[in-house]
């Protein structure tokens, strides 16, 4: 089995490699990622010399590298994605052209080379926005986005439908509530906010902190990209999430407690335009058809991923300077890692 991952060197993608390697060790994979400020190589140190896995690095919107990488794979998992809804807001243009310019190419590649499975990994956000009161999202839910990311993987959801329904390419879909783990970016709330504090760095909070989201520990989430790959039935679309809603004001006072810290430590911002209120996944069509269900519980996972930050200083302080877009060059320079 040869797997193509986009977006690979990011945060969900690399604990999605690191996590099917030890399961599937004759499965072999392509870790295909522009290395945009996302994507760090860094995240795969322990597994870039394994026989079994190899970096391209390359522009999912680029169609005829797409297609000469694409030759002999069997699978896609497609995690690449412009995904910050403030970059989106501020710049929208690399939003369009990833997501949705990047989706289309891969998608054709996908159809011309016979790829057996297209797994397109997208967000709750297309939804748009929940009341306090209304039911969580499902897979039957309309779609109704509020921002430009969210927009975007809308429209590349729908495009990848279409390859379904035009040309029966065997896509499935799963659409994933806020994941949090080692290795996230840290401009994102949870590993802002414990390296912000390990810093001793106040922590900026949106708003009234009221707004929800469901949470999961990326483990649980690509667990379920797994069974989604092996079982999921093609054309369909699975919702994803813990059933694990915390507002952003119960969050940074959970993380402020395990940490040692107090309120003063908080700092109000404006709040984000256009903030959604509440996101929530019904995940029951998961669980029912394909046995899955979360095993990490917030508390226990909130402290490892506080422990992983404390234990790994060196990684997110050369993530926040900038210095690991320099591993790249570092470890490949002209040899190995064929790019475009």
């Keep these: 089995m040869k797997i193509l991952v986009t977006g690979g060197a990011g945060f969900i993608g690399s604990n999605f490699i690191r996590q099917m390697m030890r ?53 896609v998992v497609h995690f690449a994605a412009e995904s910050h809804v403030d970059r989106s807001i501020l710049e929208a243009e690399a939003f369009i052209r990833t997501n949705v310019v990047g989706t289309f190419v891969l998608l054709e590649a996908a159809r011309m080379n016979n790829v057996k499975r297209f797994h397109h990994v997208s967000t709750d956000e297309v939804f748009g926005s929940l009341h306090e009161e209304s039911s969580p999202f499902h897979e039957d839910t309309s779609y109704d986005p509020r921002s430009p990311y969210s927009a975007s993987k809308a429209a590349s959801d729908h495009i ?25 970016f840290p401009e994102k709330l949870i590993p802002l906010f414990i390296t912000n504090l390990i810093e001793g760095k106040k922590i900026p909070l949106y708003g009234n902190g009221m707004n929800v989201r469901d949470w999961i520990h990326v483990d649980d989430h690509n667990n379920a990209v797994d069974l989604i790959l092996h079982l999921g ?34 700092e109000f911002v404006a709040d984000r335009k256009g903030h959604d209120k509440r996101y929530s996944i019904r995940p029951y069509k998961t669980m029912a058809e394909l046995g899955w269900k979360p095993q990490i519980d917030f508390d226990s996972g909130m402290a490892q991923t506080i422990d992983w930050y404390r234990n790994n200083v060196d990684w997110w302080q050369r993530v926040k300077s900038g210095e690991y877009q320099n591993y790249y060059r570092e470890q490949y320079g002209n040899r190995g890692g064929l790019s475009i």
């Design 23 to 75: 399961k599937y060790p004759h499965y072999q994979f392509v870790n295909f990622d522009k290395l945009t400020y996302a994507g760090n190589l860094e995240n795969l140190k322990d597994v870039e010399n394994h026989p079994n896995y190899s970096f391209v690095r390359g522009d999912i919107a680029n169609m005829d590298f797409v297609n000469h990488v694409m030759r002999g794979v069997d699978w």
């Design 160 to 184: 990848v439908r279409a390859y379904w329904h035009t040309h029966q390419l065997p896509i499935t879909i799963s659409n994933c509530s806020n994941n949090y783990g080692p290795y996230q």
């Design 233 to 266: 039935k093609p054309g369909h679309t699975y919702c994803v999430g813990a059933q694990n809603e915390q507002n952003n004001k119960d969050i940074t006072y959970k993380i402020l407690g395990k940490m040692g810290f107090g309120e003063e430590m908080i």
